[in-house]
Structures are given as C-alpha cells and as structure tokens.
Antibody, heavy 119, light 107 residues
Framework: QLQLQESGPGLVKPSETLSLTCTVSGGSISGAIYFWAWIRQTPGKGLEWIGSISYNGNTHYNPSLQSRVTISADTSKNHFSLKLTSVTATDTAFYYC???????????WGQGTLVTVSS | DIQMTQSPSSLSASVGDRVIITCRASQDITNYLAWFQQKPGKAPKSLIY???TLQSGVPSKFSGSGSGTDFTLTISSLQPEDFATYYCQQYKSYPFTFGPGTKVDIK
C-alpha cells in the first residue's frame, strides 16, 4: 500500500523559506506515468495545486506561485520536496503531498501538515 | 486557468437519500475530472477519476458521470459515513484546479 508522509517545520517566519519533504513508502517515485505533487488548503482559498515533479524530473508549477516555488526529488531517498520562498501570512495552510497521473488522477494523499507563517 | 464551480455549495440530507452534486468546468476538459471526499481534520480521499471510474475500494454507491464541461457525483443512498465535503478537480491542463466544495450534512 502506497503511503506518503509530509515532514518539516510547522512554523515559518515571514519572508523566510518554507521547506517540506514528502517521504514515499510502498512504491518508488521513479515509476513511469506518475508525478508527485504538492497541494495546499486554506479556509479562504480552498484546495490549491502548487505544482508537481514527474518521474523524469520535469516540473510544472502553478503560475500564481511559480516565482517562489521549487519542487525537487531525491530518488535515492524516495522522497520529494517543496520550497516556497518569501512567505507571508497568506501562505499559512495545510500542505499535502500526493501522487498524480493522467491515468488515475490524484489517487494517494499524505495526511497533510499545517504550516503557519508568523513571527 | 480552468475555473471549476460546484453546486450546491452545501446541502442537508437524510440517511438513505440520493444525493447529486454537480461540477462545471469553464472549458472542455473531456473526462479529466476527479472527485474527492474530505472529512474534518483528514486529507481528501480519492473517489472517482476519469469522470466515472471508481478508485479501488470505493463503494459502488458512489458514481460519476459527465464529459466536456458538466459533471455529476451521485451518492445513491446516503449513509452516516458519507457526511463530508466533496470536491471536484480537473487534470486536463495545468494548473490543475479544484472546485470550491460541496458540504453534505445531516438534515
């Protein structure tokens, strides 16, 4: 059974960089057809797709965040990561990692982690 | 970006009711449409992909239909465990976008 687990600081100061890692177990992130995504959720904006990285390293980002986002993957550790720079209070959200594919949509989600931006 | 809308935004229903939620895309997404269920404090759970295909393990009381811009999620006989918020998502083109959700609560 595939499992995804987010990890990282729950509190980040304004203007600093939010960094999260998603560790995948029960399957390889190197598998073809899948891409690995970050999604966030706030009461005000609902669910927002941040971006994804494919098995071959190609990335796609939401244009609304593109200037501040980097998603990378470490296949040796079977995990992928999110960096969001210059955060403000509006970046406070639950952050989820997920597996996506054109074939199966978004089929697996991590449990989510709350990141609060505050001094 | 493709805009996703859902209706209603909330509904009250009784156990045993048939519930229909609609989702509309601002442009043609063929059948690249997924549905999710989310309960308070939990991650979304995938129910349906490709507009009408149930994810593995999802009970058959859930069904999806539609193509192009108009889609529906039907719960044939609402059970206590089905009270939740339901979201649609298009994955036809980047950025993938979600609907605002439909909250189903107990009448």
């Amino acid at each position: 059974q595939l499992q995804l687990q987010e990890s990282g600081p729950g509190l980040v100061k304004p203007s600093e960089t939010l960094s999260l890692t998603c560790t995948v177990s029960g399957g390889s992130i190197s598998g073809a057809i899948y891409f690995w995504a970050w999604i966030r959720q706030t009461p005000g904006k609902g669910l927002e797709w941040i971006g994804s990285i494919s098995y071959n390293g190609n990335t796609h980002y939401n244009p609304s965040l593109q200037s501040r986002v980097t998603i990378s993957a470490d296949t040796s550790k079977n995990h992928f990561s999110l960096k969001l720079t210059s955060v403000t209070a509006t970046d406070t959200a639950f952050y989820y990692c997920a597996r996506q594919s054109v074939t199966y949509g978004t089929d697996y989600w991590g449990q989510g982690t709350l990141v609060t931006v505050s001094s | 970006d493709i805009q996703m809308t859902q209706s209603p935004s909330s509904l009250s229903a009784s156990v045993g009711d048939r519930v229909i939620i609609t989702c509309r895309a601002s442009q043609d997404i063929t059948n690249y449409l997924a549905w999710f269920q989310q309960k308070p404090g939990k991650a979304p759970k995938s129910l349906i992909y490709a507009a009408s295909t149930l994810q593995s393990g999802v009970p058959s009381k859930f069904s999806g239909s539609g193509s192009g811009t108009d889609f529906t999620l039907t719960i044939s006989s609402l059970q206590p465990e089905d009270f939740a918020t339901y979201y649609c998502q298009q994955y036809k083109s980047y950025p993938f976008t979600f609907g605002p959700g439909t909250k189903v609560d107990i009448k």
